[in-house]
């Protein structure tokens, strides 16, 4: 009888579980899990591949190629009536170019009287050699009549092939590297005479319609001066408002107003800023077109809010008790503020600050409307020269249709991208640095 | 003599009154009388009273002779000016003017008759000119400058006797009961309300001076035909030949603006919210720790390196692709509304996430715990308490990331074209109302003629339209806040 009894309590169903869809549920819950973690790869991916591309066609536009040359220093191709003496000009307008041709032409042990073959060497040689001819001359008239060692610019398609960038198993027509110019490169390149050295002319040259003796000169003057008349103007006057917005004003129609205001401008879009920039200063308070003081003011306009915005953030955050204590001791107002709570808020507002000139840093619409999209070959001595900015250049460079300028255009936003991230990291090492929790 | 060299003797004449009072104010304290205020604010004010009044001074004085001397060439202009217009002879008066003033003395007392004796004196100092300068403007631009060094020179002496007045008048002014401090805080609060109103200041300029503009545009092109014209082709015809002005019309770069936005918003908002989500409710705090900041980066990234992207790499990845595919013609454009709305849409997803980030965090614990001790799973709680409760805030966001999608130029610049085509077909090429600004005002251009101007009337359409979202936007945000606090 047990053993009946024991059977029946060990095959009697356990009470039937109510379904309540746990399965189903957390099936969803993880599907719902994996959207999220999905979400942020797309994002991260996509940072990923678009740094990596333009790593990739930006990292050899650090590198030039040139030549090594033995350029003899003709008086009679330089100076043939003998008259620097007394007009220096002619060392300025000389057929340097020649003498580089020449210098190749004898290194490649070409006859200069086999014209076919002269012609193929165009080219192969950057037309930057007038220049860098020029400038050994005129620094040292001494050398005419010598012979000196000079590295001079290959050309850009020379320059892209010696980087392995053009393929050449396509047809020779098809290509802008002829068979004869690839040999006589992996003949220099033998000789040690053709070789790839750091690209500073990436640095300092300024607008050029030749890949390899464009550079970002112009630009980086532009948008240092630039940067420097908005941390002028944007940084006080910034401040001056946040504090008063904070401190003194009454809760009133009119600070609703401001305020109502500077959230608005925080969100109009940048290119509005460059109508207004054309509009009131270049066309009616009459400022020079192209001028980085122009841009200076258009994008101190558009970086305030941004500044006024964490400036207010930080003043808020100092605790009411300083403010008290400070009003306790018999400070005024005013001295509670500048002397107490300001150097408080400093590092806050810093933060704040940098991360706006980041901002206008990389900001190219406005500059577009008033004028910054300018072929500037020299330096721009005052802010009311013309000059470029250093997005601005990678928007032209974007436009050219050669390869070269792709490469170079990639560079640019490497450089772009590493002053970004300096300012940024600064910023962030300023507030794990200074932030104070109260 | 140059304003800035009389600003500098300005500010020289304020750094001695400062010197100055302030030492008088340190002597007068014999430790008898409680000074009223420290030294040092005696000097501040008497710098401000030498400083302030003068420079004020000197800007009146600049602008009023400026305006004064621009109408005494306007009022000298012959009736035949010989050349297309009065403003360019006024203009090139002007320009022949400032080249005479590299001249040496001796040239200008024997100042040529003409402007063919006149040109070879100039261009030996490296001064251009046009050569449709008339031999009129001559002695009108020698005796503008002579009127202009005239005026600089009263301007210069009066703006240096006020600092000097007002230099005095506050060394004058310091005794140990005077209010110093008082007087300085004022004019510093005056100064910060001043900073303040800069903001007010900024949206009155870009409606003013976009309403100007655009009100003149629509002198010459009707705002129905703007508005509502559904062709847009601008010719840039000669200066002139107004027979043929081109059309205006507004829809198919609105349309174009909308369709690339709506695309960028498709990628963005779900992709955004839902890390926003997995970010506020189910990272690890070394996760989030993280990912957040890299995700961030995305956010710092300047447009025009998102625009470069698509233009080198996206756009012909996916014309290859679709070339693929449709094995022979691609069917997708290089520069199409996909490309473009989707490197915006990339380009949004920190924008998104950050604005629901903030928004999610801020739904109170206790609805979360509710939800979760009544068996609910997370998931279930987020989708039927979370979001929900956060849904006004997120639509709040969303708007915001739509003003900015709307307004974004570069990227749309650079990524989808310039054809202004009216298309359903999102791998054809569409161009937006920012790229028309930009492609209309780049370049010479000549600010009366509608080509330029139209910049202008997109321009306010683009600002009203952005201004109505962000305020919705932020109306919505701040009602949404007020609700859980």
């Known amino acids: 009888m047990t053993d009946v009894t024991l059977d029946t309590v060990a095959t009697a169903t356990p009470p039937a579980r109510r379904d309540i869809g746990l399965k189903r549920r957390y099936a969803a819950e993880r599907r719902f899990r994996l959207y999220g973690v999905l979400a942020i790869l797309v994002g991260l991916a996509f940072l990923v591949v678009m740094l990596l591309s333009i790593l990739t066609k930006g990292y050899t536009s650090?590198?030039?190629?040139?030549?090594?040359?033995?350029?003899?220093?003709?008086?009679?191709?330089?100076?043939?009536?003998?008259?620097?003496?007394?007009?220096?000009?002619?060392?300025?307008?000389?057929?340097?170019?020649?003498?580089?041709?020449?210098?190749?032409?004898?290194?490649?042990?070409?006859?200069?009287?086999?014209?076919?073959?002269?012609?193929?060497?165009?080219?192969?040689?950057?037309?930057?050699?007038?220049?860098?001819?020029?400038?050994?001359?005129?620094?040292?008239?001494?050398?005419?009549?010598?012979?000196?060692n000079v590295n001079i610019l290959a050309g850009a398609n020379l320059?892209?092939?010696?980087?392995?960038?053009?393929?050449?198993?396509?047809?020779?027509?098809?290509?802008?590297?002829?068979?004869?110019?690839?040999?006589?490169?992996?003949?220099?390149?033998?000789?040690?005479?053709?070789?790839?050295?750091?690209?500073?002319?990436?640095?300092?040259?300024?607008?050029?319609?030749?890949?390899?003796?464009?550079?970002?000169?112009?630009?980086?003057?532009?948008?240092?001066?630039?940067?420097?008349?908005?941390?002028?103007?944007?940084?006080?006057?910034?401040?001056?408002?946040?504090?008063?917005?904070?401190?003194?004003?009454?809760?009133?129609?009119?600070?609703?107003?401001i305020e109502v205001n500077i959230n608005n401008l925080a969100a109009v879009p940048s290119i509005v800023f460059g109508l207004l920039g054309l509009a009131v200063f270049v066309n009616f308070l009459g400022m020079p077109r192209s001028a980085s003081f122009v841009g200076g003011l258009v994008l101190t306009l558009m970086t305030l809010p941004t500044i006024i915005i964490a400036t207010r953030a930080a003043l808020a955050a100092v605790p009411p008790s300083i403010r008290s204590a400070a009003l306790g001791l018999g400070a005024s107002k005013m001295q509670m503020v500048f002397q107490h709570i300001l150097p408080l808020a400093a590092p806050g507002i810093l933060t704040g600050t940098i991360i706006g000139l980041a901002r206008a840093l990389g900001e190219t619409a406005p500059l577009l409307l008033i004028g910054m999209v300018a072929f500037v070959a020299n330096y721009p001595a005052t802010p009311f020269d013309p000059a470029t900015a250093l997005p601005v250049q990678i928007y032209m460079w974007a436009n050219e249709a050669e390869r070269a300028f792709v490469e170079r255009m990639s560079g640019a936003i490497i450089i772009l991208l590493v002053f970004l991230m300096a300012m940024n990291i600064t910023a962030i090492v300023l507030r794990r640095r200074f932030e104070r929790r109260w | 003599?140059?304003?800035?060299?009389?600003?500098?003797?300005?500010?020289?004449?304020?750094?001695?009154?400062?010197?100055?009072?302030?030492?008088?104010?340190?002597?007068?304290?014999?430790?008898?009388?409680?000074?009223?205020?420290?030294?040092?604010?005696?000097?501040?004010?008497?710098?401000?009273?030498?400083?302030?009044?003068?420079?004020?001074?000197?800007?009146?004085?600049s602008i009023g002779s400026s305006v004064y001397l621009n109408s005494h060439l306007h009022a000298q202009m012959p009736a035949e000016t010989g050349v297309a217009s009065e403003p360019l002879a006024v203009s090139l008066t002007k320009s022949l003017a400032n080249g005479l003033r590299k001249l040496d003395a001796q040239q200008l007392a024997a100042l040529p008759a003409t402007f063919a004796e006149l040109q070879p004196l100039l261009a030996a100092k490296g001064v251009a000119l046009a050569t449709d300068t008339q031999d009129y403007m001559i002695p009108i631009a020698a005796e503008a400058n002579q009127a202009s060094d005239r005026l600089g020179l009263i301007g210069a002496i009066g703006t240096i006797g006020l600092a000097m007045a007002g230099a005095f008048y506050g060394i004058s002014q310091v005794q140990l009961r005077a209010r110093a401090r008082n007087n300085v805080e004022r004019l510093m609060l005056w100064g910060l309300l001043g900073a303040s109103t800069i903001a007010i200041l900024t949206t009155i300029g870009i409606v003013l001076s976009?309403?100007?503009?655009?009100?003149?545009?629509?002198?010459?092109?009707?705002?129905?035909?703007?508005?509502?014209?559904?062709?847009?082709?601008?010719?840039f015809a000669a200066a002139g030949a107004g027979a043929s002005e081109g059309q205006f019309g507004l829809i198919p770069l609105l349309a174009g603006t909308l369709y690339i936005a709506f695309v960028a918003l498709l990628v963005a908002v779900p992709i955004g919210l839902m890390s926003a989500v997995?970010?506020?409710?189910?990272?690890?705090?070394?996760?989030?720790a993280t990912v957040k900041p890299a995700l961030e980066l995305l956010a710092g990234i300047p447009t025009i390196v998102y625009g470069i992207f698509a233009l080198v790499t996206l756009g012909p990845f996916l014309r290859d692709l679709s070339a693929a595919l449709a094995g022979g013609a691609s069917f997708i454009q290089a520069q199409s509304i996909l490309t473009a709305g989707l490197v915006m849409g990339v380009m949004l997803i920190p924008?998104?996430?950050?604005?629901?980030?903030?928004?999610?965090?801020?739904?109170?614990r206790a609805m979360r715990d509710g939800s979760l001790g009544l068996g609910a799973t997370r998931s279930e709680t987020i989708k039927r308490v979370i979001l929900p409760a956060a849904l006004p805030g997120i639509v709040g966001a969303i708007l915001l990331t739509?003003?900015?999608?709307?307004?974004?130029?570069?990227?749309?610049?650079l990524a989808a074209g310039v054809a202004a085509n009216l298309t359903l077909n999102p791998f054809e090429a569409m161009t937006t109302i920012t790229v028309k600004i930009v492609n209309q005002l780049t370049g010479d251009l000549e600010f009366n003629s509608p080509q330029t101007l139209v910049a202008f009337a997109l321009g306010i359409t683009l600002f009203v339209l952005t201004l109505v979202m962000n305020i919705v936007a932020l109306y919505i945000v701040r009602k949404y806040r007020e609700q859980y606090e």
Do not use: C
């Not at chain 1, 009679?76 to 032409?105: E, H, W």
């Not at chain 1, 504090?243 to 609703?256: G, H, P, Q, W």
């Not at chain 2, 997995?278 to 989030?288: G, I, K, S, T």
């Open chain 2, 1 to 61: 003599m140059s304003s800035m060299l009389v600003l500098a003797i300005v500010v020289v004449i304020g750094i001695v009154a400062f010197v100055i009072a302030r030492q008088r104010a340190a002597a007068q304290d014999d430790g008898k009388v409680k000074p009223h205020s420290r030294a040092h604010y005696h000097g501040w004010w008497a710098f401000l009273l030498g400083v302030l009044p003068a420079v004020l001074f000197l800007a009146l004085w």
């Open chain 2, 351 to 364: 924008v998104v996430s950050s604005l629901s980030d903030d928004i999610i965090t801020a739904v109170p």
């Open chain 2, 210 to 235: 976009m309403l100007f503009q655009t009100l003149n545009f629509f002198n010459r092109v009707p705002p129905m035909q703007f508005f509502f014209g559904t062709v847009w082709d601008p010719r």
């Open chain 1, 62 to 148: 650090f590198w030039q190629t040139t030549v090594s040359l033995p350029i003899n220093f003709e008086e009679k191709v330089i100076d043939p009536d003998n008259k620097r003496a007394t007009d220096p000009s002619v060392l300025v307008t000389a057929n340097y170019p020649a003498l580089a041709q020449k210098a190749l032409a004898e290194k490649l042990g070409i006859d200069p009287k086999n014209k076919p073959m002269m012609t193929r060497l165009k080219g192969f040689l950057s037309d930057g050699s007038r220049v860098q001819l020029r400038d050994v001359v005129v620094s040292d008239p001494a050398v005419i009549g010598t012979t000196r």
């Open chain 1, 159 to 257: 320059d892209s092939a010696f980087k392995g960038q053009i393929d050449l198993t396509v047809p020779e027509e098809r290509r802008k590297v002829s068979d004869q110019q690839v040999e006589w490169m992996n003949k220099l390149k033998a000789d040690g005479a053709m070789a790839e050295h750091f690209n500073t002319g990436l640095f300092t040259f300024g607008a050029s319609s030749r890949p390899e003796t464009s550079g970002l000169g112009v630009a980086i003057i532009g948008s240092f001066y630039m940067m420097v008349i908005v941390l002028l103007l944007a940084l006080p006057i910034g401040v001056a408002a946040s504090i008063y917005l904070e401190e003194f004003a009454k809760k009133s129609r009119f600070t609703d107003l």
């Open chain 2, 402 to 413: 739509a003003s900015r999608a709307i307004g974004e130029t570069m990227i749309v610049v």
């Open chain 2, 278 to 288: 997995y970010m506020a409710e189910y990272a690890a705090p070394r996760v989030r």
